[in-house]
C-alpha cells in the first residue's frame, strides 16, 4: 500500500493564504498558529476574555516564530500585532529576511495584560515584495506570550 500525503483541512478555511501555498498577504490578519517554523514556541487552546476559546501560539522566552512567505503587495509602513502576556517585561521582536540580530520593530506588551488579548501597533521602515519574517519573544520573568494574529499596513 502506497501513501500519498494528506490535505491539511484548515489550509482551505484559511482567509490569510489565497494564491499560492505558503505565501501570506501581509495586508491580511495573519493567524499565528499557521506559522512555518516554531523554535520553542507551540500552539495551545487558549481561554479569551468571553470564555470563548481560540487556538494561539504561546511564545516563552527566547522563542520564534517563523513565516517564510510574506507578500506585501502594497507598500506597508505599520506593523500590527495581537497579543497577551501575564509576563513582566514582555516584547515581541519583528525581524525580516535573514536578519535575526537587528529588529526592525519592537512592541512591549504590558505585564499584566492577562488573557486580555489587544491589538499593538509599531512603525516600521517600507516593506514590499515578498519577505521572511520572524516573532521573537523576550520577557524578564521567563513568561509566555500568547500571540494570536499580525497584520501590516501601509497606514496606521
Known amino acids: 500500500m502506497s501513501s500519498f500525503g494528506y490535505v491539511d483541512c484548515n489550509w482551505f478555511r484559511m482567509r490569510t493564504r489565497k494564491g499560492s501555498p505558503n505565501l501570506f498577504n501581509a495586508q491580511t490578519a495573519v493567524e499565528a498558529r499557521y506559522y512555518d517554523e516554531a523554535l520553542l514556541a507551540k500552539t495551545i487552546m487558549a481561554k479569551g476574555p468571553a470564555n470563548d476559546k481560540k487556538v494561539v501560539v504561546e511564545a516563552p522566552n527566547g ?62 521602515k517600507p516593506l514590499s515584495g515578498i519577505h521572511k519574517i520572524t516573532l521573537r519573544s523576550t520577557t524578564s520573568d521567563n513568561g509566555s506570550i500568547l500571540i494570536d494574529k499580525l497584520s501590516f499596513s501601509p497606514a496606521k
Open 63 to 124: 522563542s520564534t516564530v517563523t513565516f517564510n512567505r510574506v507578500s506585501f503587495s502594497r507598500e506597508c509602513r505599520y506593523w500590527k500585532l495581537k497579543a497577551s502576556s501575564q509576563a513582566a517585561g514582555a516584547t515581541v521582536g519583528l525581524f525580516v529576511d535573514d536578519d535575526l540580530e537587528t529588529p526592525l520593530a519592537v512592541i512591549t506588551i504590558p505585564s499584566g495584560a492577562g488573557n486580555q488579548v489587544d491589538t499593538y501597533t509599531a512603525a516600521i
